[in-house]
Nanobody, 127 residues
Framework: QVQLVESGGGLVPPGGSLRLSCTVPGSGFTIHAMGWGRQALGKQRELVAIITSGGSTNVTDSVKGRFTISRDDAKNTVYLQMNSLKPEDTAVYYC?????????????????????WGQGTQVTVSS
């Protein structure tokens, strides 16, 4: 079963920076889009940034100019560089991948395409 390994969260003061990383270990799959979502306490999860397999990126308006998403396909890794952090950026950040795995076998061979989320890493922006 494919798992996502996240790292890079922590406590930073306002105006600080953090870099999140998410790796998909192993082989035998195809990764399409990758991204990051976040969920603040008492709020719904929101998609913060996404990068396609072709390298096109999109970030939500609240982080434009401050957050940058990138990927290294040789390492099956997606990054989120977060600069000029604000207290309202405090949340659990989750890695996201759109992935095709297989072939699997269940009376016949097939490939499965799924959206997977990581377990999350806490980012706290506070003085």
């Amino acid at each position: 079963q494919v798992q996502l390994v996240e790292s890079g969260g922590g406590l930073v003061p306002p105006g600080g920076s953090l870099r999140l990383s998410c790796t998909v270990p192993g082989s035998g799959f195809t990764i399409h889009a990758m991204g990051w979502g976040r969920q603040a306490l008492g709020k719904q999860r929101e998609l913060v940034a996404i990068i396609t397999s072709g390298g096109s990126t999109n970030v939500t308006d609240s982080v434009k100019g401050r957050f940058t998403i990138s990927r290294d396909d040789a390492k099956n890794t997606v990054y989120l560089q977060m600069n000029s952090l604000k207290p309202e950026d405090t949340a659990v950040y989750y890695c996201y991948v759109d992935i095709t795995t297989g072939p699997h076998f269940d009376s016949d061979y097939y490939y499965a395409r799924d959206d997977l989320w990581g377990q999350g890493t806490q980012v706290t922006v506070s003085s």
